[in-house]
C-alpha cells in the first residue's frame, strides 16, 4: 500500500510544506529573498521536528536553477538530485557516526573546489555536538575564514555541547517541539492522502506519544497501517505503544482515593502486561495528576494537551489543587527509584502504595469520630493535637511525631502509640516535658506509657504486596 516509508514520502520539499517553525521559515524566506545568505547555521532543536528537512530545503533554495528562491522548481538536476540525497554540491555528514577528525580534514580539502553544478557548496553536519573536540578545531578553522560560496549548517539537539567558539560564528535557528495540534493535523493530512481509515481518537493518541516530533508520529502510523486491517482505532494505538488511555490513570486515581491498595497494585500490574513498563505508568499518572491541576487552576488551553473529553473528566475529580499538589510532590519522590531500580514494578507499587496510605488512614479516621463509641477516643486524639501544638515551638519534629502518633486514653493513664522505633525513642527522650504538657492539659497526674504500631494498615499492606509477588516472576 505505502510504498515509500511515510517520513521520506512525505518530507516537506520547500518552506511552506512545514509544519510549524513559523518564526525559522520567515526569517530563512526573507535571508533567500534578500539574497543575504550567512555562511554558518545552527539548527537547534529535538528530534524529529524539522531540521535535517529545512537544511535540504536551504540547500535546494539556494542551488536550484531558478534561484535563490524561496520555490525551488524541483526539476531542475540540481533540487532532483537534493531530493535523493545525491547531489555532489550538498554534503551530508553525520556528527554521531563520523566523529573522526579524518572527516573534517576531508572537509577542510573538499571546501576549496569550487561547488560543480550549483552556486553553493553546502555542509550540513548532522548532530555536530558529537564531534571531537580536534575535529571542532579543525572545524573553526575553516569557519575563521569561510570560503566563498559555501554554506554550513550544523544541527543539533543538543547545543549545549557546542563549543562557544562554534555558536558564535553561526547564525542560530532553535526549532520548537511540535504542539499536539500541529502533529495531529499534519497526520490527519497525511492519512487522508494515503487513504489510511482511521479514527480521530487514534490520531490523538499517536500524536500524545510522539512527544512533540513529527518524525516519531509518522513512524507510528506507518507501523499500524502495516498490522491493522481495517480503520485504526485507538485500541490499536494502545496495543502497539503499550500505551494507557486517560481512563487507565483515571481509573488508578479513583482506587487510590477510595484507598483501595489491592485493587490499585492489581490494575498496575494489568497496565504492565498490557505492555506498558513501570516507569511509564508513572509518567502517565504524574502526567495525568500535573494537567488535572492545570485545568483545575484555568490554564490557558495551549498548554494542555487533552481534548474536550478529557478536560471534562479532570474538571470533575474531586480533589482540591492543594492536595493534587500534595500528590504530586510524593510522585516526584519515587521518580528516581523507579527509574533506576533493577525492580522498577517493585518500586512503583510502593509508589503507588505510598498514595494509598494516607487515604486508608483518613478512611479509618472517618469511621472512628462520627462513632459515638469512640468519643473518648476522639478526646484522647484532641488530646494529642494539643500536644502537639505545645511542643511545636520547641521541637517541631517531636511535635510531628506526636501528630503521626496515636494518643490513647487508658483509665487516667495515657498511651502514645509512636509510629516507628525511632519515634519512640524521640519520645521517651523527652518523655519528662512530655508528662508535664500532659499534666497541664488534662488536670491530672497522668502517667505515661510508650509504645510502637505494628498498625493494621501497614500489615494489610505488606500482605498484599506479598500475594502479588509470590509465585509471580518479578520483572
Ligand atoms: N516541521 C515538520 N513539518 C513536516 N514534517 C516534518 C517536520 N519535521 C519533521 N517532519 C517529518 O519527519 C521527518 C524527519 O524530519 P527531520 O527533518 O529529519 O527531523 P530532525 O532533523 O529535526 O530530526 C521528515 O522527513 C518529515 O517527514
Ligand atoms: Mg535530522
Ligand atoms: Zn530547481
Redesign the pocket.
Known amino acids: 500500500m505505502i510504498h515509500r516509508v511515510i ?2 514520502k ?3 520539499q520547500n518552506l511552506d ?5 513559523a518564526h525559522i521559515v520567515m526569517s530563512l524566506k526573507g535571508a533567500i529573498k534578500s539574497g543575504r545568505i550567512g555562511h554558518a547555521f545552527l539548527f537547534a ?1 529535538p ?8 537544511a535540504r530545503i536551504l540547500a535546494k533554495s539556494l542551488n536550484c536553477v531558478e534561484g535563490p528562491t524561496v520555490h525551488p522548481c524541483q526539476k531542475c538536476q540540481s533540487c532532483r538530485e537534493i531530493t535523493i540525497s545525491r547531489s555532489i554540491d550538498v554534503v551530508e555528514i553525520d556528527g554521531a557516526s563520523n566523529r573522526g577528525i579524518d572527516e573534517i580534514r576531508n572537509l577542510r580539502e573538499g571546501v576549496r573546489y569550487s561547488p560543480l553544478h550549483g552556486r553553493h557548496k553546502i555542509y550540513i553536519i548532522d548532530e555536530v555536538h558529537m564531534l571531537t573536540e580536534q575535529a571542532f578545531n579543525a572545524l573553526l578553522k575553516t569557519l575563521e575564514e569561510p570560503p566563498r560560496n559555501v554554506v554550513f549548517v550544523f ?1 543539533t539537539t543538543d547545543p549545549t555541547k557546542v563549543p562557544a567558539t562554534i555558536l558564535s560564528r553561526c547564525q542560530r535557528f532553535v ?1 520548537k517541539r ?1 504542539s499536539l495540534q500541529e502533529i495531529t493535523a ?1 497526520l490527519r493530512t497525511i492519512a487522508e492522502k494515503e487513504k489510511i481509515q482511521i479514527a480521530d481518537r487514534a490520531l490523538h493518541y499517536i500524536a500524545i506519544r510522539a512527544d512533540g516530533s ?2 516519531d508520529g ?1 513512524s507510528i502510523l506507518e507501523q499500524l497501517v502495516s498490522f491493522v486491517e481495517g480503520e485504526i482505532t485507538e485500541e490499536d494505538v494502545f496495543q502497539l505503544v503499550g500505551f494507557l488511555a486517560i481512563d487507565y490513570y483515571a481509573e488508578l486515581l479513583d482506587l487510590i482515593l477510595a484507598g483501595d491498595l489491592g485493587k490499585v497494585i492489581a490494575l498496575l500490574n494489568r497496565g504492565i502486561e498490557d505492555g506498558a513498563a513501570p516507569l511509564e505508568i508513572y509518567r502517565g499518572f504524574t502526567g495525568y495528576l500535573r494537567m488535572m491541576l492545570l485545568v483545575k487552576a484555568n490554564v490557558s488551553e495551549e498548554f494542555i494537551d487533552l481534548d474536550e473529553k478529557e478536560r471534562t473528566i479532570l474538571k470533575k475529580i474531586p480533589l482540591s489543587e492543594t492536595e493534587i499538589i500534595g500528590m504530586l510532590e510524593t510522585c516526584l519522590r519515587f521518580e528516581d527509584s523507579i527509574r533506576r531500580s533493577t525492580n522498577s514494578r517493585v518500586a512503583a507499587e510502593l509508589f503507588l502504595s505510598q498514595l494509598v496510605l494516607p487515604r486508608i488512614q483518613t478512611a479509618s479516621q472517618a469511621v472512628q469520630t462520627t462513632s459515638k463509641a469512640h468519643a473518648a477516643h476522639r478526646d484522647a486524639s484532641a488530646l494529642g493535637e494539643h500536644l502537639a501544638e505545645y511542643l511545636q515551638e520547641k521541637s517541631p519534629t517531636l511535635a510531628g511525631i506526636i501528630r503521626r502518633a496515636e494518643v490513647k486514653k487508658q483509665g487516667n493513664d495515657i498511651a502514645i502509640v509512636a509510629d516507628s522505633d525511632f519515634s519512640k525513642e524521640q519520645i521517651l527522650g523527652n518523655k519528662k516535658s512530655v508528662e508535664q504538657i500532659l499534666k497541664k492539659l488534662t488536670g491530672t497526674d497522668a502517667a505515661l506509657t510508650v509504645e510502637v504500631a505494628r498498625s493494621g494498615q501497614e500489615d494489610d499492606i505488606i500482605n498484599t504486596l506479598k500475594v502479588m509477588f509470590d509465585g509471580e516472576e518479578v520483572r
Do not use: D
Request: glycine fraction near 16%; proline fraction near 4%; avoid cysteine.
Open positions: 517520513s521520506l512525505y518530507r516537506p510544506e512545514l509544519t510549524g517553525q532543536g528530534r524529529g521536528v524539522g531540521k535535517t528537512t529545512t544541527a526549532f511540535l499534519r513529527i518524525r509518522e
